[in-house]
């Protein structure tokens, strides 16, 4: 993922075409790497791992291609990947008959005007198009007022059971690594950052110091999450003043509680185990 903080992109389509060329171009232009398959599982299962986002451009081959699509969109919720699709509302109205649309980042409606798409595929690439995905959330749940969550760990199994707890009361965005958790911020404003401490590249003191150095995200309450309870341990988390620290050992209904005490009360309460 982000080879050298630069986004991955693989663009699925069939065969090649001038709009196709031009939007590859435009993206190793804004500094991504770019990479194409042919849309079916033996290409995509090869091409699809390590990448941040996935276009896929529909065609005719839509009609007959729900198990592909099943995999793709699979494979981007379980890798936290961005989903984008790309065709004429008849093919994006074909596609959502099989992908659920909360698991899609962005649709492009053809003909698309091309600065604007790739403007916002850049946006997606570096976490600005994360409110699309509290808004789609929102409408899912029909939640009013619930509180917004960003939740950032590069352990996906502990990031989709955590998001899953937690998402029955609250809107919770999950990101996978420092380098997406700080525009996210900057651009939505989550009303509390639970942090993984430890992270590749960009680690969560990084993060925080990000945030702090930021006076549109200094603000936001940062809570660090980590593995290790023992005392030195946590006492070096604590200096960096986060507004308080959650063990990943803890278990789930404590978890839930000290989130609903925080809103609650405006304060964390660390929690020994």
């Known amino acids: ?18 709009m196709i060329n031009s939007l590859e171009n435009n993206m190793k232009k804004e500094g991504m790497y770019v990479s194409r398959c042919e849309p079916n599982v033996r290409d995509v299962d090869e091409n699809i791992n390590g990448k941040d986002i996935i276009i ?30 790309v065709g004429y ?3 994006l109205q074909e596609i959502e008959k099989t992908v659920n649309i909360a698991l899609i980042t962005a649709e492009f409606s053809r003909p698309f005007d091309m600065k604007e798409f790739t403007a916002k595929i850049k946006a997606v690439a570096y976490g600005e198009i994360a409110q699309d995905e509290v808004k789609r959330e929102n409408n899912a749940n029909n939640g009013k007022g619930a509180h917004n969550i960003l939740l950032c760990d ?44 430890e992270m590749p590249v960009m680690n969560g003191p990084k993060v925080l110091e990000a945030l702090r150095g930021d006076k549109k995200t200094a603000q936001i309450p940062v809570v660090f999450l ?33 989130v609903d005490n925080f809103f609650a009360t405006g304060q ?5 185990t």
């Open 1 to 18: 993922m982000a080879t050298n903080n630069i986004p991955e992109l693989l663009i699925i389509s069939q065969g090649s075409a001038f």
């Open 56 to 85: 896929l451009f529909a065609g005719d081959y839509i009609q007959n291609s729900s198990g592909l699509l099943s995999y793709i969109a699979s494979k981007c919720a379980d890798e936290c990947v961005h989903f984008c699709i």
């Open 89 to 91: 509302p008849n093919e």
């Open 154 to 197: 590069d352990d996906m199994m502990f990031l989709k059971m955590v998001q899953e707890w937690l998402s029955g009361k609250y809107h919770v965005t999950i990101v996978k690594t420092g380098l997406m958790a700080v525009p996210f911020a900057l651009n939505n404003h989550p009303e509390l950052i639970l942090l993984d401490y």
């Open 226 to 258: 980590t593995g290790h309870s023992d005392k030195d341990s946590v006492m070096e988390v604590m200096k960096l003043r986060p507004q308080g620290y959650l063990l990943k050992s803890t278990k789930k209904e404590d978890i839930i509680a000290s």
């Open 268 to 272: 964390w309460k660390n929690i020994q």
